[in-house]
């Protein structure tokens, strides 16, 4: 092998995993996405790519490359994590555990879609279900259904056991749920905010 | 009472105890009928859900999974679940534990703070892997009374009860599985291949939080494949799918009304609700007939087509 060729290659490999995304992929033991050959197993496996525009092989290419664009694009949250990619990958990379740590890594930057944030904190922090059943007004028809069914209204879960509910509060206080959360919305305020400036001012000058 | 045969620790979960709760009954009573104990696991929070919570911060997703786990330990048995979903997370926080022993030492760390110890000693199980697996279809067979021969059932599996497959009992198989068509066809009713069968139904992974419309394009996309092979029910083995096509057909019907043709109305039936009603038990307690007249709950789609089909086998 000439000098050339090995020192290009070098240089490709050096370069493509320098970024902050590729780095936090190899921090979390995913460092596998170098075998990625880009080919579209993933893609042409996937039931959503044949509906919105997500595209899983760009959703790679661009974690790789280090383009952090994936990161604010909705795309990513397309992905149902049907796993065929996983399984398909010819690489044996293991693609949708890519996408869920992608998503992991938006999440911290602050991009995480309202419906979402709601879901994890007003909804799983706060009752420790994702689908919950103990308002006292919304969920009442829920209970009485599970009583025509000759079951309690509430279930033996978090719902029967208030101390549970702070269990499991004290474990996501203490692996960094709750200050990723908090952290996440401030950056999603910041920006909207900023946003909102831009918008402003663009009116102003049009006025003007 | 005679002795169990089986022991299970049974994990709710969230949607088949607040959202279908005859799901719960009709696992319940199955069980019970077949000879195996339920126990409840006391305090046991979301698994959390595999595509929404662990996309938002796997270590999160990971120690409030090694919580619930801990929870069945204590009960010395494995934790038994009916949702694909839990499944998933029970299921691979228990592999990638056992086979991570510095993060396992980790959760540990994290569980000690509020008195708890994870081991890793007893294997997550799906409903229906149990009744696959650790019972068996001739054992099965032996507790069915009534036979659906005039039922064709599209049979919906879904996408974590086999995948990923490494982390599954399935013996790598996820390209065909059939333990389920086995255990629907027990009863008498027939199994009906259909286009597409082992696609996801659209619910998962956090996109029908995000964009319903999109989540139930794949639910359109399987209620045409499955109406053009002609099925009178669709049988499936977990609680969000459960939701996404029972729920999401009201949805399909609405958002896409100009590209379906007629709206859809294929009942939507868990398996041990068929298994049971098969098995010679009350179909109004397995939530196959409507007993109260509340508004607005599930079953969004009636299924007294379903009864209108076996009625003559279970009279």
Redesign the interface.
Known sequence: MSDNVEKYIKRKVHKGMSTKISQKFIDAGLEKIRACINCGTCTGSCPSGRRTAYRTRSAIRKALTGDESVLEDIDIWMCSTCYYCYERCPRDIPVTDMIIKLRNIAVEEGFILDSHFTLASDIFYATGHGVPANDPEAHKQWRALRESYGLPPLPPTVHSYPEAVKECQTLMNEVGFRALLDNAAKLKAKRKAEAEKIAKEKTEEEKK | MSEYKWRYAFF?G??I???Y??I??SIRDVFEELGAEIL???????C?????????????WL??AA?NISIAEELGVSPLTGCNGCYGTLRDAWYDLEHNPEEKKHVNE??A??G?QYKGNFEPKHVVQALYLDMGLDYLKDHIKHKFDDLKVGVHYG??IV???DKRPWHGE??NPQFLDEIVEITGAKSIDYKDKY??C??????R???KE??A??TR?KLVNMRDAGVDIIINCCPFCHLQLDLGQVEVNNFYKDIIGEPFKIPVIYITQLLGVAMGMDPN?L?LIK??D?????PFIPIDRFLDIVKEQII
């Open positions: 709710l969230c949607v105890p607040n959202r709760p005859m719960e009954r409840d696991m006391p305090g046991a929070s979301c959390p859900a595999p595509g929404v919570f662990r996309a938002f911060h796997i270590p999160t120690v409030i919580r994290l569980l703070k509020v708890r996408c974590h995948k990923p497959s996820y390209e696609m996801c659209g619910a998962g992974g956090a996109v939080t995000a964009v999109v989540a394009d794949f996309e307690r939530g007993n109260h509340l508004k607005g709950v599930s």
